[in-house]
């Protein structure tokens, strides 16, 4: 029976449940995760007034993906990147925004790198539309010297895996794996605080809505534009045509298709062979949580969390949601659609 009475509860308390639950726990994995949680509440406080404090539009810099550079994207790799340095958890960290991997500690006793996006959704950060943080965590090899290998591994590997949301309210996913499930914390300003609001969070099998950016139907394989076809398509029988959602902000879409159910898809196409998203910050994160909640996630013909990453700022395809709806989209790939 699902336990209702941890609703309300704080989510330093609930890491600290988790640790508890954990005999070999030395506390350093939920010291850092609470080190997350706080640079959350310092982003989302500069998101909240960055209308107010010159913080909107672009620096003038280019990042190592070949995109424009925000002045709230370089604020949030800042603040993430202090953050995690303080409490000497964290031996190194990855981020979207950086060429190379930068490393906070030598100490041995920093078991842990984190990989993020300080604020997913650029392009939608001046028009007050829901941008995000997304983020992963590895356990590294206290006997390995920390390098661009120490990040190299699947998803499968992530210890930890979420995302902040800056919207309508503010709010961190979290899973530390598939028997912890995912769990949803909604920010409180007025006590400042980070409240379990949405517990054990589950997609449906199959849903309604489909969310794809179909301004690149040009670009796209035929397999993918006959998906594309049939999803719209009037069929009483399995429900279609499918609702059309697409924000344009991986997390906002994600975090949907997280609690609604349905598809996300960002196929390969013919201006982005090798994918758009990226594999370490985006795709592996977000295939953890959705796979811990019960879904799927598939770059449209494997699983994401099985790629071997080559590079740090690795691309691909991801399609992500309900599990009978990603299957539907792999056999399109494979020309075994019904």
């Known amino acids: 029976m699902k336990d209702s009475t941890r609703k309300g509860m704080t989510l330093e ?129 206290e006997d390995a010297p920390v390098d661009t290998s120490t990040f190299l591994k699947p998803g499968r590997e992530l210890a930890a895996a979420g995302y902040v949301i800056y919207g309508s309210s503010t709010m961190l996913v979290l899973s530390t794996g598939r028997e912890k499930g995912v769990h949803g914390f909604t920010y409180d300003p007025s006590v400042g605080e980070f409240f379990l609001s949405h517990e054990n969070i589950r997609v449906p099998q199959k849903g309604s809505i489909y969310s794809i950016n179909e301004g690149n139907h040009a670009r796209w394989s035929d397999p993918v534009k006959r998906w594309s076809a049939w999803i719209k398509e009037e069929s009483k029988e399995d429900g279609r045509p499918y609702g059309g959602r697409y924000v344009g902000t991986l997390v906002a879409d994600a975090h949907r298709t997280l609690l609604k159910g349905g598809i996300f898809a960002y196929p390969l196409d013919s201006k982005s062979p090798k994918g758009k998203l990226r594999l370490l910050y985006e795709a592996n994160p977000f295939a953890f949580l959705v796979e811990a909640a019960g879904g799927a996630a598939t770059n449209g013909v494997d699983r994401i969390l099985d790629i071997q990453p080559t590079e740090l700022h690795q691309r691909t395809s991801l399609v992500l949601g309900s599990p009978t709806d990603v299957e539907t989209f792999k056999r399109f790939m494979v020309g075994d659609q019904k």
């Open 13 to 141: 308390t609930f890491i600290m449940e988790g640790m508890l639950g954990s005999p070999a726990a030395t506390g350093a994995f939920t010291s850092l995760l609470n080190q997350i949680s706080f640079a959350a509440k310092l982003v989302t406080s500069q998101v909240r007034r960055a209308g107010l404090v010159n913080v909107l539009g672009y620096t003038g810099a280019v990042n190592v993906q070949g995109e424009q550079v925000m002045k709230l994207d370089e604020l949030a790799n800042d603040t993430l990147i202090t953050t995690l340095a303080r409490r000497g958890h964290c031996a190194a960290v990855a981020s979207e925004e950086e060429d190379e991997i930068k490393i906070l500690s030598h100490d041995k006793r920093a078991r842990y790198v984190v990989m993020f996006d300080p604020l997913d959704g650029s392009s939608n950060i001046d028009v007050n539309i829901s941008i995000g943080t997304i983020f992963g965590v590895l356990r590294r090899d």
